[in-house]
T-cell receptor, first 114, second 110 residues
């Protein structure tokens, strides 16, 4: 199995631009998670899906952030408009059957907003 | 909500010294997981503990789950430079999402 796939791996954009991060979970995994990691705040859960349905989005910082999962093999995290404080590494992870079970992380997208 | 605290935040050790990181949950857990993130990498699952008082070993790594299922520890014997990275614990309650601790960053001086 290819593991969790994320794209792009690096993104540099200017403040105010729209940013879209993409994730392909491991086939057959029911749960998908989006995390943000910074030095200051550590690893933060933004949102997670079960069978493509958003279950908990309480970690989404504000309305500028949105996430979708149109099918079992694809999810996006969108930031519009982006701000410099959004600069971070964004991880997608998937889990087979239980949100409290082992999670498989993707390589992450390093986002820099200038 | 559930909180998972991890100490210390940082640890510098000389190669060959032992290292321990501690994890405490505000609530009783169904399981505790440990992940390792190498510099520039992503968190990678190491192990899961589910039983009260459970102890598991992976070569030089020893993992413990407390009797009350609210705390855990990871101990590395005789650290090596390959052990460098950030170690996260994550507390699980069945049916709910995992809650990650803040991580302990381990630095090893050769």
């Amino acid at each position: 199995d290819a593991g969790v796939i994320q794209s792009p791996r690096h993104e540099v954009t200017e403040m105010g631009q729209e940013v879209t991060l993409r994730c392909k979970p491991i086939s057959g995994h029911d749960y998908l998670f989006w995390y943000r990691q910074t030095m200051m705040r550590g690893l933060e859960l933004l949102i997670y899906f079960n069978n493509n349905v958003p279950i908990d989005d309480s970690g989404m910082p504000e309305d500028r952030f949105s996430a979708k999962m149109p099918n079992a093999s694809f999810s996006t995290l969108k930031i519009q408009p982006s701000e410099p404080r959004d600069s971070a590494v964004y991880f997608c992870a998937s889990s087979p059957r239980d949100p409290a079970g082992e999670q498989f992380f993707g390589p992450g997208t390093r986002l820099t907003v200038l | 909500g559930q909180q998972v605290m991890q100490i210390p935040q940082y640890q510098h050790v000389q190669e060959g010294e032992d290292f321990t990181t501690y994890c405490n949950s505000s609530t009783t857990l169904s399981n505790i997981q440990w992940y390792k993130q190498r510099p520039g990498g992503h968190p990678v699952f190491l192990i899961q503990l589910v039983k009260s008082g459970e102890v598991k070993k992976q070569k030089r790594l020893t993992f413990q789950f407390g009797e009350a299922k609210k705390n855990s520890s990871l101990h590395i014997t005789a650290t090596q430079t390959t052990d460098v990275g950030t170690y996260f614990c994550a507390g699980g309650i069945a049916g709910n999402m995992l809650t990650f601790g803040g991580g302990t960053r381990l630095m090893v001086k050769p």
